[in-house]
């Protein structure tokens, strides 16, 4: 059993930054990747970045390259999604996921991230 909390969301102005934290627990060992997802109002879940758990391998959308930036601590059990040049469009709910080696199989409650214009 994994479990996954996210922190960090709220409100900010556009061009301003956030940090999410997502915080992993239990048998973390057996995640091969950690990564963030994100539903805004009256949009699908899209993906929005991943980080490999043992390589350090990155993915981002294309809405945020160049602007958002994953990194893991493994010590810590935690990654993190620093959010740089926020717009409007990025509001949205933030969830973390864990990726067990055949689907995305652990979530996080969410962190709602609001961008003001």
């Known amino acids: 059993q994994i479990q996954l909390v996210e922190s960090g969301g709220g409100l900010v102005q556009a061009g301003g930054s956030l940090r999410l934290s997502c915080a992993a627990s239990g048998r973390t060992s057996s995640m091969r990747a950690m990564g963030w997802y994100r539903q805004g109002p009256g949009k699908e879940r899209e993906i929005v970045s991943t980080?490999?758990?043992?390589?350090?391998?990155?993915y981002y959308s294309d809405s945020v390259k160049g602007r958002f930036t994953i990194s893991r601590d493994n010590a810590k059990n935690t990654v993190y999604l620093q959010m740089n040049s926020l717009k409007p469009e990025d509001t949205a709910v933030y969830s973390c996921?864990?990726?067990?080696?055949?689907?995305?199989?652990?979530w996080g409650q969410g962190t709602q991230v609001t961008v003001s214009s």
């Open positions: 996921a864990g990726y067990s080696g055949r689907q995305w199989a652990y």
């Open positions: 980080i490999g758990w043992t390589d350090g391998s990155t």
